[in-house]
């Protein structure tokens, strides 16, 4: 588990940190690497711009063939969820969680009362 300050500085320091879990299981220069600190990029990014507590959590489970990371933050102001969105072709937003369904199998959102919100994501590598 790592313990982040929920600032946007703390996103590079997340994704160095998947990195660094992920290599020496899965090997360095692996595609599925880069597409999973792709997808944590976002779901990070999104939990330290939206979430509302001073502090942010990414977690990483390995096992023989993937490996399923998640990030945990207070909710939203009223318990609102993160959605998906429809953004518009020239947006420069809103497309987040799609980018998080392209470059994993699997993701989803749990809500965990009273309001810390999970985004997890799975990649397989094999």
Known sequence: MLPLVAEVGSVAVGRRWLRDVLEPEF???HPKVDDT?????????N??????GRHVRVTCTVDGDGAEVAV????????????RQNAAP??????????????SDQWG???IPPD??????RVRFA
């Open 27 to 29: 090997g360095e220069g």
């Open 37 to 45: 600190l792709q997808a944590l990029s976002e779901v990070l990014t």
């Open 47 to 52: 939990a330290v711009l939206y979430g509302t």
């Open 72 to 83: 945990h933050n207070d909710g939203r102001a009223g318990g609102m969820r993160p959605q």
């Open 90 to 103: 020239d947006a420069e937003g809103g497309r987040g969680l799609d980018l998080v369904a392209a470059f």
């Open 109 to 111: 959102i749990k809500l």
């Open 116 to 121: 810390e919100v999970k985004v997890w994501f």
